[in-house]
């Protein structure tokens, strides 16, 4: 295999002369972060593996599976998934000329953990206004959407910040300011726009300032 948009290659070397064609059962796989993957290609002769080429980020992380490829079958099994094993696989047999097929790895970091606060602030002329903040991290960069308990849509109000978060995940903060009466309900919705996923938190502006 072969990741080609970051050189990083564990490449299967082909010591049988026979006529053989690589193909692959699924040419897309969708990972979440933090978990295990194999991904699989087949062939027509017997081989063996080369790691001359691999690079260091996979160490400890990668394992081809020796046993199946006698069976014809070659099976990259990587653990503990990142962001920046995402990518193009390339899974080369090569003898006297080569077969090749591609595989895409895609990898997600789902926006679960929503971590919510209502903070009171000194507004002008003396009126409390609000601060609702929401932050939580996850893979790709998520859009925040803020709206209030009747659907109406905050999200241009709200200040949206990213920084680099744990293994190459996303921290995304989002603040919105108000001056709405106690007891307004809010949204805050992370919006995953590439898988088309989304989590949410409620907040509820308090009765008693203190």
């Known amino acids: 295999f072969e990741e080609v948009s970051l050189v990083k ?29 194999t991904m699989e290609c087949r062939f027509r002769v017997n081989g063996k593996e080369n790691l001359n080429n691999q690079h260091s980020n996979y160490r400890g ?16 099994q990587i653990t503990n998934v990142k962001p920046t094993d995402a990518g193009t696989y390339l899974c080369l ?15 997600k970091a789902p926006y679960r953990n929503i971590t919510k606060r209502t903070v009171t602030v000194q507004g002008t002329a003396g009126h409390s206004e609000w601060e609702l903040i929401c932050q939580s991290e996850g893979y790709p960069k998520a859009e925040v959407i803020w709206h209030n308990g009747e659907h ?7 200040n949206t910040t990213y920084e680099a978060g744990t293994d190459q995940l996303y921290s995304v903060t989002s603040t919105l300011k108000t001056n709405t009466s106690v007891n307004e309900t809010f949204h805050c919705v992370f919006w995953n726009k590439e898988f088309k996923e989304n989590t949410s938190a409620i907040l509820i502006i308090p009765g008693n300032v203190s």
């Open 61 to 76: 992380r990668v394992n081809l599976l020796k046993e199946k490829l006698q069976l014809g079958q070659s099976m990259l």
């Open 152 to 158: 109406q849509d905050f999200s241009a109000k709200a």
């Open 9 to 37: 290659s564990l490449e299967l070397q082909q010591h049988k002369t026979s006529l053989f064609t690589v193909e692959v059962p699924q040419p897309q796989y969708i990972v979440e972060y933090g978990s295990n993957v």
């Open 93 to 107: 047999i090569g003898y006297e000329g080569a077969d090749y097929k591609t595989i895409t790895l895609q990898v």
